[in-house]
């Protein structure tokens, strides 16, 4: 079995020139965790996720702390928005480098490369590495297991 068999195939994705704004209206919209980035003929060149964009939010004491646990709440912090300059920058400012598999790899092979890159998500790719779908680690789960024989009781 390859990723092909549990893709979603109709895979939202933006342009490097869209603004993040534009981006997280997207992922609210479409209910969505990741944006594939393409170039004009369809290549990913990187990915957004809600990851990326959340990071916007956090205070930047929290990357300096090792464990968050004490703070119980973050006050009036959560109130504080991304600035309109912020949220006119393009997904290019904010996007990661886009980790593909090929529609024919292997279920195993890919959610590996998920392991291995610590990604949910990852979108998938024709042999002329076009975005054709994204796989997660729940749909490439999901379709090993659905393959395990019954047990008899």
């Not at 600035?83 to 996007?95: D, I, P």
Request: glycine share 4%.
């Amino acid at each position: 079995m390859n990723v092909t068999s549990c893709m979603k195939r109709n895979v939202v994705s933006v342009h490097e020139k869209t603004t993040v704004q534009e981006a997280a209206v997207i992922l609210v919209k479409k209910h969505i965790g990741l944006l594939p980035v393409v170039d004009k003929d369809d290549k990913p060149i990187g990915v957004i996720g809600m990851s990326d964009m959340l990071t916007l939010e956090l205070p930047d004491f929290v990357t300096f702390v090792a464990d968050v646990d004490f703070v119980h709440d973050f006050g009036a912090v959560e109130d504080i928005h991304p600035s309109a300059r912020t949220l006119n920058k393009t997904v290019k400012t904010l996007m990661k480098p886009a980790i593909t598999v090929d529609e024919d790899c292997g279920l195993l092979r890919a959610y590996a490369l998920m392991l291995q890159h610590n990604l949910h998500d990852m979108p998938v790719v024709s042999k002329a590495e076009k975005l054709v779908g994204i796989t997660s680690r729940v749909d490439i789960g999901v379709a090993i297991l659905s393959t395990w024989p019954k047990a008899d009781k």
